[in-house]
């Protein structure tokens, strides 16, 4: 970290947790009305789907102990004490291991690896990289995630990234308009209490951003289904994304993916109204 920095987190780094929890099959069978899909009903022993993990293992902070933003105070629990206002999910990286099935019991372990500083055209920012790892009932690794945590200052005026283009190569692609509605569903489903997806005069008036916005992991989510779409018979091995800018409630979005000449791999992306990139990742076949 910055030796002129004031904000120093060194003994945050090693910070832990572990969660055991049944995987049962109410959030999976709300997670697919969500996405709109014509899924049969889940039934235990059913494989959980990429990325249907983050429904699990939910932070269960008491309300007395969350702090203006929804999320847990700052120093609470796992996560450091940061004194930046925005918090955003930038980036994960998971390698799916055995199936989680429903009807187990799973433990998640969760790790604090590394604490940085950097500053951007936006200011001081300070990721947090998470190690989460996922074991089955029977101590087998199911998932393995590197997660990026970054805080941020408040926004200048006028301070807006300069956009950048989707890719043009498209071979799949789906268009959607995420309503609130399905943003109120996703966080329901994931305990999600940040106020920026659901509170518009909180979201507007204290974070400064221009509506209500649209979740980092659900774009993922999405980016993922698409590729469940486009290939029904593959099966995911691991899954990057990150993201670039955000996206809005009640505007047309679009996520695409474009598969590698060897079809082992496709690169996915979503973008806003514009066809600017709000995410971009990549998707490895088995």
Known sequence: MDAQSDLNFDEWVGNSRQQRERIDTALPAGMSAALDRDDAAPEDGDALPPCWHWMFFRDSTVQSKLGADGLPERGGALMPPVPLPRRMWAASHIRFGVPLCLGETAVKRSEIAGISEKSGKSGRLVFVNLRHTVLTGSDEVAIEEEQN??????????????????????????????????????????????????????????????????????????????????????????????????????????????????????????????DELASQGEVIFA
């Open 149 to 274: 945590i970054v805080y941020t200052e408040a926004p200048k005026p006028g301070a807006v990234p300069a956009p950048r283009a989707a890719p043009g190569d498209a071979a799949w692609r789906r268009q959607l308009k995420p309503d609130p509605v399905m943003l109120f569903r996703y966080s329901a489903l994931t305990f999600n209490p940040h106020r920026i997806h659901y509170d518009q005069p909180y979201c507007t008036q204290e974070e400064g951003y221009p509506d209500l916005v649209v979740h980092g992991p659900l774009i993922a989510t999405l980016m993922v289904d698409l590729c469940r779409r486009s290939r029904p018979d593959a099966e995911i091995k691991e899954f990057s994304f990150r993201a670039l800018a955000p996206l809005f409630v009640d505007r047309d979005m679009s996520v695409a993916g474009a598969p590698s000449q060897d079809g082992s791999s496709a690169a996915v992306w979503a973008a806003n109204d514009k």
